[in-house]
């Protein structure tokens, strides 16, 4: 099930559940590149709000977690003097970002570390400008890695977070599965404040903590009423491919056949349906190194 923005947004030849059972794994990277494609006019005007604080030009970005690597793409096409280097502890992650590089002619401009950055940070050549989308709250330790990070900085340059406060819900709760799809997320909501406890958390605070000076700290909101189009309907699937996975034998049976059924390829599948809503929140804090400053490494 792989999707590019380019390609065709298909409704047909739905997978039906059976090839979803197993999949919530194989399907992050189609989540992330559909995520970035929902919200492409909002990471265009957060990569214009960094070039108006950073010191032009742009020659070195280091994306911090970058899964497949639609944030480094963002970036080298908004700043056309610079080579990218991607950090990511998935070997996969990082093979699917090399091949969709090479694939948009971006392939020289756009090296891969795989680094476990819950461990030690090797030593990077400092970077104009670090990026890290929807990776800090991965980190078992945002401190101590941040502490790190802000090294791999050059004095003057800019770090830019974008982080989240949790998944986006697709269904109007007076919707068929809209109500299964919102006690799936109190349960999610539970998980997370135990398993990724910073999710949603003041990162503006740890980049201060880490020596950094915060200059933007503003919400990114994407709202896409209905009707709605195809792209949100995979985004959907590939959304809720995952919560199944993660709380569907903690349902109970109506509300389980509930959630299957939007992704069983049948009237209810949310690649069928046009009254999808999405309300995506996140928020972006660039925060600046400041020209001084000699950070220890801890
Ligand atoms: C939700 S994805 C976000 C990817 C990308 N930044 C984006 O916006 O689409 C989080 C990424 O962080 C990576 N990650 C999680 N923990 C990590 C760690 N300890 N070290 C390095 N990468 C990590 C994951 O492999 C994944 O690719």
């Known amino acids: ?10 409704r047909h030849d739905l997978p039906g559940l059976d090839r979803l059972h197993g999949e919530h794994q194989e399907v992050l990277p189609d989540l992330l590149d ?42 080298l096409r908004h700043f056309p003097e610079a080579h990218a280097l991607a ?10 970002l090399s091949g969709r590089a090479e694939h948009l002619g971006l392939g ?9 950055l819950d461990g030690a940070v090797p030593e990077l050549d400092p970077v104009d400008l670090a990026w890290a989308s929807a990776s800090l709250h991965h980190l078992a330790d945002p401190g101590h890695t941040l502490n ?11 770090f830019a977070v974008v982080e989240l406060a949790g998944f986006p819900r697709f269904l109007p709760d007076d919707s068929p599965g809209g109500a ?3 006690r799936a997320h109190e349960l999610l909501t539970a998980d997370r404040a135990v398993d990724l406890p910073t999710m949603g958390s003041d990162w503006g ?24 189009a195809p792209v949100v309907g995979s985004y959907a ?31 209810s599948d949310v690649r069928r349906r046009s009254d999808l809503r999405v309300i995506i929140e996140r928020r972006l804090w660039v925060a600046r190194r400041p020209a001084a400053s000699t950070p220890g490494r801890d």
């Open 1 to 10: 099930m792989r999707h590019h923005p380019s390609d065709d947004d298909s």
């Open 34 to 75: 559909l995520d970035a494609e929902v919200l492409a006019e909002a990471l265009d005007a957060v990569r214009v709000d960094i070039s108006r604080l950073v010191d032009s030009p742009v020659r070195s970005i280091l994306d911090v977690g970058a899964g497949t690597g639609t944030g480094t793409f963002g970036l």
């Open 87 to 96: 950090l990511d502890s998935s070997e996969e992650m990082l093979a699917h």
């Open 108 to 116: 020289h401009r756009v090296s891969t570390l795989r680094v476990d």
């Open 148 to 158: 790190q990070l802000v090294t791999a900085i050059r004095p003057g340059g800019l």
């Open 180 to 182: 299964a799809e919102a």
């Open 205 to 228: 605070t740890r980049l201060t903590g880490a020596g950094l000076i915060v200059e933007m700290d503003r919400p990114v909101i994407v709202d896409l009423a209905p009707p709605s």
């Open 237 to 267: 699937a590939a959304s809720l491919i995952r919560v199944h996975a993660a709380v569907a034998d903690r349902l109970d049976g109506p509300d389980r056949a509930a959630l299957q059924a939007l992704l069983d390829g049948g009237p």
